[in-house]
């Protein structure tokens, strides 16, 4: 029957739209919600100092108990905590600038393990899933590990494709265009020049153009994830590329780096000293003249 047919066709029909959008409803629902720029750059404060960036996380005390697994790094107390201390700002441990140098320490790096891990593996590894002693679970809070996974899946990069370790210097570089993102959203704080905050003492002070200049892979982290415990904006969350970060460090690096008095006088400070003594010059000769003219006349 024509009828019966039509009516078995249209409940086929019905059953396939059904399904297909059950599936497409299921799908992403099934799915762990992605992980947002904030959520990645709140994992990488984490990751620079977790103490500063977890909420109710206390000091830790003491040195990190796998800190004694090694010998070369000689640094003590919350130093040795900081995953960017074991791990590198580049992520890559003992492959990449922690490789040598006093920050050595000889352990892996996390960008292999961020790429083949699943976020539930990182969280695992951050219990203590691989090494008991790798356990962080009881100071940091379960939505901060998450953060950290996510970082460590969706915010690592290649620093050793963009950063020339031997010259610190970034491989390529627009620093007309970084100079334009550091003065509309770096200066307000830092000031025009970078010296407007010294993150270090006033003998031997620390500037953006210090950390540019002397750590360019730390510089990048904290511009890609902002500082710890700071209102520093974070480059991932103002949707900032890695290129956008590099250009920033390109012209960071054209900042002030030393004390305003170690630098060399020049332009600014000699000028106004060379235009004293011209004045100078001319108002002594100027009075010398007239007081000869003067004594022309009452002669
Ligand atoms: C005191 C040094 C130290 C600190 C601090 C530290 N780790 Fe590790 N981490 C290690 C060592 C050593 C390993 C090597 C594997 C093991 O024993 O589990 C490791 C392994 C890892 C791995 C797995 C690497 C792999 O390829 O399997 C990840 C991911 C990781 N750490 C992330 C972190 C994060 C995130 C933090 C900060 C919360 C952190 N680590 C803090 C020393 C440290
Ligand atoms: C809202 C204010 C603010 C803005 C905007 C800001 N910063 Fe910062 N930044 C800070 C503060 C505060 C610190 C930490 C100072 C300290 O630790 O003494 C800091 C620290 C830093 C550090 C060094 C951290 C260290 O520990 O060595 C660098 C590098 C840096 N900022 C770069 C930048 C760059 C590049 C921009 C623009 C993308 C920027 N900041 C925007 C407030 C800001």
Not at 123 to 132: E, Q, R, T, Y
Not at 201 to 209: D, H, M, N, R
Request: hydrophobic share 40%.
């Amino acid at each position: 029957m024509p009828k019966r047919k039509l009516i078995l066709a249209a409940t086929l029909a019905i059953a396939v739209l059904g399904i297909l959008a059950g599936l497409a409803l299921a799908d992403p629902a099934s799915q762990p919600s992605p992980a947002t720029p904030a959520d990645i750059a709140a994992g990488g404060k984490l990751y620079d100092k977790w103490w500063k960036a977890a909420p109710g996380a206390a000091e830790p005390k003491g040195d990190h108990p796998l800190w004694s697994t090694q010998t070369t790094n000689t640094r003590t107390g919350l130093d040795t905590w900081r995953c960017k201390e074991c791990h590198g700002w580049d992520y890559l441990g003992k492959d990449g600038a922690y490789g040598s140098g006093s920050h050595k320490t000889g352990f892996v790096g996390v960008s292999e393990a961020g790429n083949s891990k699943t976020a539930d593996q990182l969280v695992a590894i951050l219990k203590g899933s691989s090494n008991p002693k790798h356990d962080f679970s009881a100071q940091i809070d379960n939505a901060s590990l998450t953060k950290l996974a996510a970082f460590l899946k969706e915010g690592l990069y290649d620093t050793k494709a963009v950063v020339d370790y031997a010259t610190k210097k970034p491989k390529n570089a627009d620093g007309a265009a970084g100079q334009r993102l550091f003065s509309g959203s770096c200066a307000a704080c830092h000031g025009a020049d970078g010296t407007k905050l010294n993150f270090g003492t006033e003998q031997e002070p620390e500037y953006v153009g210090t950390v540019a200049a002397d750590n360019p892979q730390e510089f990048l982290h904290k511009v890609r994830n902002g500082q710890p415990g700071q209102a520093m904006p974070s480059g991932a969350e103002l949707g900032w590329t890695v290129q956008d970060e590099v250009n920033v460090l390109a012209f960071a690096q054209t900042l002030p780096a030393k004390a305003a008095t170690t630098l060399p006088k020049t332009g600014e400070t000699s000028q106004p000293l060379l235009f004293l003594a011209l004045v100078g010059l001319g108002l002594v000769t100027a009075g010398w003249a007239a007081r000869r003219a003067l004594a022309r006349w009452t002669r």
